[in-house]
């Protein structure tokens, strides 16, 4: 059988292929699951096919003829990939480049049609139709990229993309040698046939098998890296640059072009295939590269990502975190359990571990041994199982003798923040114990994330370390403040001893002040030791400001108190509102001279009593009284208080369910005015 039989037969089948595809689309597009113009595309190829099977059997057609055709089927497949790429991804590509591309097939036919109705004489055809048969190959490619790169959940049109892409891909290897031969090889020519049928019956299979499920994700993905915005052009360009300077070169130099790219092409594969044989490491990075933009990943890293987070950020619960953290990390790999260290001061220390037993002997790792540096410096993690000639036993000649001792150890995974080395963990080894460049990424990605949240934990557990201190110091501060008072009082008994030991209604006076002071240093003690709450009772409150104002009569100046309501009943602590108000009025004598005046008035304000103390004193800045008046430990007595006396004041008095406020200014002097709420009945 001849070339020429061996045509017509390849593509009078093609023709029934693209027939058949034709109805399936004619279908496909009644259900709106395709573009219309996929289905004109594939009529325009069974006019193609027919048209060439006859030129090799009956009618032998002219190259100005063949050439109208096949700017016809290159043409209506750009439109039918355009038209599919808004179909399919619900956008477009912007006017300017989606005009362009269609000017130049739609330019290239008007050529062609003025150029098969005035020329006859057929000068240049080869030419002119390898420049056409190019243009458009480039131009098919760009649309098939964006396509295949815009359209995520159609298999049908990926697989259609794909099947195209490859039709342009031998056009373009077709029509480039020919402008370089200065004529149309004919095994290649013939052979397009053959290519044209192969991918005829690829899509009408595929349009079979996928024609129920079209919307269906598509299994075979391409990373971004690899299809870039101009990656059909820079392959294109790259590929006609290399064609065109070996044409330079042999034509200044001479040659034989055919021969030159035997050798070459020769040559170049068998480097590439000792260099892919020999060398491992070569063999190991292509086999990532591949796997990272070819095909599905293996872990679904956003879920992961939200179930280690999830896991990490729960409010705390009965469970160590720290063993929240190895399950966590362990159940992304299957692991049954794991360890893990973290440093203490210049050692690596186990903390926790779960479900994986350590051996008797030390596992305390210094920070320094070359262990830790290789987990430090490389992020490396460790595979102590690994074989010798693998690549993760890179570093295994660092692993400390206890590694080995550890029945069932997987890896060991590096706890980094930033360029600190918080600590490691150890995995149990699961049932599938390979790992992979995928597992790798995934390890060192979890192992920071890991190491920010314990880092933040332990800053949190010091903060609330650092906070029991505090609260500490500040119970010490108010017993010493509560005990300055009653020492005062004990105080002024000793210096009146000397002047009326004589006198004794002193003496009933200064028992009645001892007994006192015993019995607020019983309750207080008492409080502490037992932490109960404060005694609330129903008390008359011009009684209790009428004691209060008894014991601060030794001050000068003397308080004067006016009685506006003496009904007032309230719910409070006898001795801690006692404190108060001689804390207020205390407060008020020292910062008023000798001869000012301190006044406390008590009356009803609704259903509240209302406790005013006003002198006529140094007075306070207003920004001094907003922002620290309140504060503890600010004081602005010049270090004879501690500064907590006003705090306890406004907390005591808002635990009553009342309110201070203060109204004061330099010079003039100072009013507290303290709101407490009536006692019903």
């Not at 030159?260 to 092409?265: H, K």
């Not at 890896?411 to 150890?426: I, K, Q, R």
């Not at 890991?450 to 201190?469: I, K, N, P, T």
């Not at 301190?598 to 609704?606: A, N, Q, S």
Request: hydrophobic fraction near 45%; charged fraction near 20%.
């Amino acid at each position: 059988m001849g070339q020429d039989q061996i045509a017509f037969f390849s593509n009078l089948i093609g023709g029934c292929l693209f027939f058949i595809l034709g109805g399936l689309f004619a279908w496909l597009w009644r259900q709106r699951s395709i573009h219309f113009s996929l289905l004109l595309a594939a009529v325009v190829s069974v006019v193609w096919h027919v048209a060439i099977a006859t030129h090799y059997r009956w009618v032998p057609l002219g190259k100005p003829a063949i050439l109208l055709l096949e700017i016809a089927r290159d043409g209506a497949w750009i439109n039918a990939l355009l038209g599919s790429l808004k179909f399919a991804a619900g956008r477009t590509l912007p006017n300017q480049v989606r005009w362009g591309i269609h000017a130049i097939w739609i330019g290239a036919m008007v050529g062609a049609v003025a150029w098969l109705l005035f020329d006859s004489s057929g000068a240049a055809t080869t030419d002119v139709l390898a420049w056409a048969g190019l243009i458009l190959a480039v131009v098919g490619l760009v649309a098939v990229e964006q396509l295949y790169r815009n359209t995520h959940q159609h298999r049908l049109i990926k697989l259609l993309a794909i099947t195209i892409g490859a039709l342009f891909v031998y056009d373009l290897y077709l029509f480039s040698h020919s402008l370089i031969f200065k004529r149309i090889d004919p095994d290649l020519w013939y052979a397009r046939g053959g290519v044209n049928t192969i991918a005829a019956l690829i899509m009408t299979v595929g349009t079979i098998a996928i024609a129920n499920h079209n919307m269906q994700p598509a299994r075979f993905a391409v990373s971004r890296p690899v299809v870039f915005y101009t990656t059909s052009l820079t392959m294109a360009g790259s590929f006609l640059a290399l064609m065109a300077l070996g044409g330079y070169y042999l034509q200044i130099y001479g040659g034989t072009w055919g021969s030159m790219v035997q050798i070459a092409v020769l040559f170049l594969a068998l480097v590439t295939v000792a260099i892919v044989a020999v060398s491992r490491t070569v063999r190991s990075r292509l086999n990532v590269w591949i796997n990272k933009h070819f095909f599905h990943h293996k872990y679904d890293y956003r879920v992961e990502w939200l179930k280690l987070i999830n896991s990490l950020s729960r409010p705390a619960e009965s469970e160590n975190f720290h063993e929240r953290v190895i399950r966590a990390v362990a159940s992304i790999f299957r692991s049954p359990g794991g360890v893990l260290w973290l440093r203490q001061d210049n050692f690596y220390r186990p903390v926790l571990a779960w479900q994986l037993e350590l051996p008797d002997t030390c596992v305390d790792e210094p920070v320094s041994t070359p262990f830790c540096e290789a987990l430090r410096d490389h992020e490396w993690v460790f595979s102590p199982r690994s074989p010798e000639h693998d690549r993760l036993s890179a570093f295994n000649e660092r692993l400390p003798e206890w590694i080995n001792q550890v029945e069932g150890l997987w890896l060991v995974l590096p706890l980094l923040t930033e360029s600190e080395l918080l600590g490691f963990m150890v995995l149990a080894e699961p049932l599938d114990s390979s790992l992979t460049w995928e597992d790798l990424d995934l390890l060192k990605t979890v192992g920071r994330q890991v190491a920010s949240y314990l880092d933040r934990h332990e800053a949190a557990e010091l903060l609330a370390e650092s906070r029991q201190f505090d609260a500490f110091n500040k119970l010490t501060a108010f017993i010493m403040h509560d005990l300055k008072n009653l020492i005062a009082q004990q105080a002024l008994v000793v210096r009146n001893a000397a002047k009326h030991r004589d006198n004794p209604d002193f003496f009933e006076d200064a028992i009645q002040t001892i007994d006192n002071s015993v019995n607020r240093m019983s309750n207080l003690l008492r409080k502490l030791q037992q932490s109960e709450p404060s005694e609330l009772r129903s008390l008359e409150l011009h009684k209790v400001v009428m004691e209060a104002v008894k014991r601060c009569k030794d001050q000068r100046p003397t308080p004067s108190l006016r009685l506006e309501a003496t009904d007032i009943r309230v719910d409070a602590d006898y001795d801690r509102l006692i404190m108060t108000l001689t804390h207020v009025i205390k407060n008020a004598q020292d910062a008023t001279d000798e001869g000012g005046f301190v006044d406390i008035t008590l009356r009803r304000e609704g259903t509240e009593a209302v406790i005013t103390v006003e002198d006529n004193g140094s007075g306070m800045e207003a920004e001094f009284v907003k922002s620290q008046l309140f504060r503890p430990f600010v004081t602005t007595k010049s270090g004879k208080g501690m500064g907590i006396g006003a705090y306890q004041t406004r907390e005591f008095i808002s635990s009553l369910g009342g309110g201070v406020e203060v109204d004061s200014a330099p010079g003039e002097g100072t009013t507290f005015i303290l709101r407490i709420p009536a006692a019903a009945g």
